[in-house]
C-alpha cells in the first residue's frame, strides 16, 4: 500500500499562489498516472489535474490556464502549481492515483487545506 503525504496549503488572498507536494511512499509510484483531488466545502472529492507517467497532463475546466501539475519520479513527489487563485478554489486537495473523476487506487492521506480570501 502506498502512503501519501500533501503539504503547501494555506491562506492566500484572491490572485495569488501556492505550490502544493505530494510524498508516496513506495517504489511503484513512477509507474502510475497521478492526480489531484479538490474538495470543497459539502461537495465531492473530485479530480481536477492529471499526469501520466510520461508528463502528459489534462485538467478540468475550473482549473485550466491556471494550475499546473508536475511530477519527479525520482522524489516520488508530485507538485501542483496553483495560481490566479479563487475564492471557489477554496478546498481540501488530495493526491493520489485516480481511477475515476472521484475515486482513487490508494488509500487517501489527510490532504492539504487551501483556503482563498481577502
Known amino acids: 500500500q502506498v502512503q501519501l503525504v500533501e503539504s503547501g496549503g494555506g491562506l492566500v488572498q484572491p490572485g495569488g499562489s501556492l505550490r502544493l507536494s505530494c510524498a508516496a511512499s513506495?517504489?511503484?509510484?513512477?509507474?502510475?498516472?497521478m492526480g489531484w483531488y479538490q474538495q470543497a466545502p459539502g461537495k465531492q472529492r473530485e479530480l481536477v489535474a492529471r499526469i501520466t507517467s510520461g508528463g502528459s497532463t489534462n485538467y478540468a475546466d475550473s482549473v485550466k490556464g491556471r494550475f499546473t501539475i508536475s511530477r519527479d519520479n525520482a522524489k516520488n513527489t508530485v507538485y501542483l502549481q496553483m495560481n490566479s487563485l479563487k475564492p471557489e478554489d477554496t478546498a481540501v486537495y488530495y493526491c493520489n492515483a485516480p481511477l475515476t473523476a472521484t475515486a482513487a487506487r490508494w488509500t487517501w492521506g489527510q490532504g492539504t487545506q487551501v483556503t482563498v480570501s481577502s
Open positions: 513506495g517504489s511503484i509510484f513512477s509507474i502510475y498516472v
